[in-house]
């Protein structure tokens, strides 16, 4: 993680991370490869490696739930409390 954070703070593309980690042979998150996304994450949703609010000591209670809409029927992401 410390890695991560240092190569994205050096200005380093998430792809570039992402390309280096799976050429060493890191393990991405699941036990399988790192792709661009989980080194970048959505800053909507406040996922992946550098947004991820437990390397930054926050705890959050349900970091993301699926809130059906009922106009539409659709489902879609909402994001979860911080826990104080």
Do not use: C
């Not at 991405?28 to 609010?53: L, T």
């Not at 926050?58 to 699926?66: D, E, G, H, I």
């Not at 539409?72 to 979860?80: I, K, M, Q, V, Y």
């Amino acid at each position: 993680m410390r890695r991560i954070f240092r190569e994205y703070a050096g200005g380093a593309s998430p792809m570039r991370i992402a390309k280096t980690l799976n050429a060493e042979g890191i393990p991405g998150p699941a036990g399988g490869i790192w792709y661009d996304a989980s080194s970048r994450g959505h800053a909507d949703r406040g996922d992946g490696v550098p947004r991820n609010p437990i390397y930054t000591g926050r705890l959050v209670w349900n970091p993301q739930q699926s809130v059906k809409d009922p106009v539409t029927g659709r489902r879609h992401r909402a994001e979860g409390a911080p826990v104080s």
